[in-house]
């Protein structure tokens, strides 16, 4: 591997990690926002921050034109993008609202498979030896993990595994997704478009606005740790790693869950959560131990090829 692939390799292997930290930051945060507010406007005012922030940061330097100057293939696999995420979001703040934040973000681990499935599937992706074994561990500690759900989980659990099915569908739009559009602009258009979505139907049904005034500060650390860091970092990811190695190392997310919830919830993780843990933080070590000779110089060639044409 050259060194320009080699630090390209490196950058996505940190940008993958950076977006599991974030993404577990923002699972907490958002349970302690749900105490005051329902899953629908948090929805809705996440996106409409982000756009914001995102908007004073970005358009002056890019120009809106640029933007939304997309290809055909592009708008169509951007709006594929935007509605799996909607469903997939609503789905998983309304399962996180109702268990632990913990138990969710390992439960929500189960769109990573999904995830590698359609990449093997639709992708042609090949996973070698060791990225068997780290996958195989990954989803051992996720198994592990599920045994601690108790009983009165039961529709948060339906709701958190339905979002995690659109997640990796997710997942598998954004690899396809990336190669049309620059990760910023498909952050960007995207949060956009779901603002105006999750807008349209809380409108629509006439739903309240209590509890909104109370968490301020949460909505707007969770815009920035979830729509712009973690996602943004998630498609840095893509453009640089396989689909099924961003995915399979996004399994680190639920450790960052526990130690966040531990400090800022106060709350212990259970000896199998633990136990499950252990073998989720091995096996995402061992993807980025892989060997060299992994076939990326050909997805990155690849990737080159599709954004050309």
């Not at 970092?233 to 996004?250: C, D, H, Q, T």
């Not at 450790?255 to 000896?271: E, H, R, S």
């Amino acid at each position: 591997m050259s060194s320009a692939a080699d630090r390209s390799h490196r950058t996505g292997l940190l940008c993958a990690f950076t977006s599991s930290l974030g993404a577990g930051l923002a699972t907490v945060v958002g349970k302690w926002n749900l105490e005051a507010v329902s899953p629908l406007l948090l929805s809705c005012m996440i996106f409409t921050t982000s756009t914001i922030i995102l908007s004073v940061c970005y358009i002056p330097f890019r120009g809106l034109g640029k933007v939304f100057r997309l290809t055909r293939r592009g708008w169509f696999w951007m709006s594929m993008f935007t509605i799996s995420s909607w469903v997939a979001i609503l789905s998983f703040w309304s399962g996180v609202q109702r268990m632990d934040p913990s138990l969710a973000a390992f439960l929500n681990r189960t769109e990573v498979p999904i995830a590698i499935l359609l990449g093997i599937i639709f992708l042609k992706e090949r996973l070698t030896r060791k990225e068997v074994l780290g996958a195989v561990l990954s989803i051992t500690g996720i198994v592990i993990m599920k045994l601690t759900l108790r009983f009165e989980y039961a529709t948060g659990f339906w709701l958190v595994l339905l979002g995690s099915l659109f997640f990796g569908i997710t997942e598998f739009i954004s690899k396809i997704a990336v190669r049309h559009v620059e990760p910023v602009a498909l952050v960007y258009v995207r949060g956009l478009f779901l603002a105006a979505m999750f807008w349209a139907v809380f409108l629509g049904g006439g739903h309240s606005l209590e509890g909104l005034d109370r968490v301020w500060v949460g909505i707007i650390a969770l815009s920035i740790l979830g729509p712009i860091m973690s996602r943004m970092m998630y498609l840095f990811a893509l453009k640089r790693l396989k689909l099924s190695r961003v995915a399979v190392i996004s399994q680190s997310q639920p450790i960052f869950v526990i130690v966040t919830a531990l400090l800022v919830l106060g709350q212990l993780p259970t000896p199998r959560e633990m136990a499950g843990g252990l073998f989720v933080l091995v096996g995402s070590v061992l993807m980025i131990g892989i060997g060299r000779k992994s076939g990326f110089l050909t997805r990155i060639s690849q990737l080159g090829s599709g954004r050309r044409q």
